[in-house]
């Protein structure tokens, strides 16, 4: 296993991401207790020593099924992470109760690691807002000792980050971003990385994978990818990325079955970071999976011709995210910070914004399209 130099700790390189667990029945509820035990088990054995849950992993039983299962193994032999969730704004005034109540859950004292979870545009403002009082608790639990190291994980903008940053990046000893070499022009993270990097704040990676997009891609891109490297798998090669960005310390898998586990800890027995020439290839295949999105340049001719005022641009990104990725909760998160006026069933199929794309591209029938798939 490879270690990663984090403060005064060495911390493996790949950890366990307790947020797609062996399931009984197909339930996210229903977590497959004896199989999580196998699989800790031999994680331990083949040296991962990091393990990263959440209050509402799997209808929030993930914290209960880690915590008993690393109960088995002495506290010092592993290092534990859960987060805030503030995903649900809902949750904001409740940070004592539910910190107090994640500690009983997982049947721990202190949290090594524990982060303000997916910071992005739709609890920004609450996650700065000063009435609920969450960065004070928490920075008072890390100086009581009940938080070893405080971070955050983001889902946000660039600029979601910045403003996060400007307020608590003094006390923020890491931070959870998705990264892997599809996102690193598709969601800006090539920015963020750099933006990080500068700051000296170590980067921990979620979604490598791309919720399993990369671990299986089509046949030509497979052999395209063979004559580089013929002994290394598909999925090998999105670890290997990330084994090549500056500032990455733990990567993150949310593994499912025994299967996963022994092949992205053979992966991890060894840096094998990628040439230039390797890279090059690999965001080429990223650009080319990319290629049916918008062709959006964010040059905003259209907003000024728009009379329902929407931001048209950023509507687009989101629409080519939620496309790209099938749904999932980023497109619909992110439209919960824009007033339903804004929205994309706002349009009114006028057409006008169309007139002055230089890119020509249909908005209406993008918007409408937008608006049946968020609803479906």
């Not at 996102?183 to 990080?196: G, I, M, T």
């Not at 399993?212 to 395209?224: F, I, N, Q, S």
């Not at 057409?351 to 249909?362: A, H, N, Y």
Request: glycine share 8%; charged share 25%; with cysteine.
């Amino acid at each position: 296993m490879i270690y990663k130099k984090f403060q005064d700790l060495e911390l493996s390189a790949l950890g366990l991401g307790a947020m797609r667990l062996p399931l009984t029945d197909g339930n996210d509820a229903h977590i497959d207790v004896p199989a999580v035990e196998e699989m800790v088990a031999y994680a331990m054995e083949k040296g991962i020593n990091y393990y990263d849950t959440a209050w509402g992993y799997h209808d929030g039983n993930s914290e209960t099924v880690m915590g008993s299962t690393l109960a088995k193994y002495p506290r010092d032999s592993f290092y534990l992470a859960s987060k805030f969730p503030g995903y649900d704004l809902s949750n904001m005034p409740k940070v004592q109760e539910i910190f107090e109540k994640q500690l009983e859950k997982c049947g721990v004292e202190y949290f090594d690691f524990y982060l303000f979870h997916n910071v992005c545009e739709m609890n920004i403002d609450a996650y700065l807002d000063e009435k609920y009082g969450i960065f004070k608790y928490l920075l008072a639990q890390k100086q009581a000792g009940r938080i070893r190291h405080l971070g955050f994980s983001v889902h946000g903008s660039l600029d979601v980050l910045k403003r996060f940053l400007a307020a608590y990046g003094d006390h923020m000893e890491f931070c959870q971003m998705q990264l892997n070499y599809v996102d690193w022009s598709f969601q800006d993270a090539k920015a963020k990385v750099e933006l990080l990097n500068e700051l000296s704040i170590p980067i921990w990676v979620m979604e490598p994978l791309r919720g399993g997009k990369l671990a299986k891609l089509p046949e030509a891109v497979g052999e395209t990818l063979q004559t580089l490297r013929p002994d290394e798998t598909v999925p090998a090669w999105a670890f290997r990325f990330l084994q090549t960005l500056p500032g990455v310390t733990v990567t993150l898998s949310g593994m499912s079955n025994m299967e996963q586990l022994r092949a992205n800890i053979r992966t991890f027995e060894e840096e094998k970071p990628l040439s230039e020439t390797e890279m090059r290839a690999l965001l080429g295949i990223a650009d080319g999976m990319l290629g049916g999105r918008l062709p959006c340049t964010a040059c905003h001719y259209c907003v000024s011709h728009c009379p329902k005022g929407l931001d048209i641009p950023r509507l687009l990104d989101l629409y080519n995210e939620h496309v790209f990725t099938g749904g999932g909760f980023i497109a619909p998160m992110a439209l919960m910070a824009i007033p339903p006026e804004k929205h994309p069933s706002a349009c009114i199929g006028c057409r006008s914004c169309e007139k002055v794309c230089p890119q020509q591209i249909r908005i209406s029938e993008a918007m409408s399209d937008f608006t049946e798939k968020l609803n479906a």
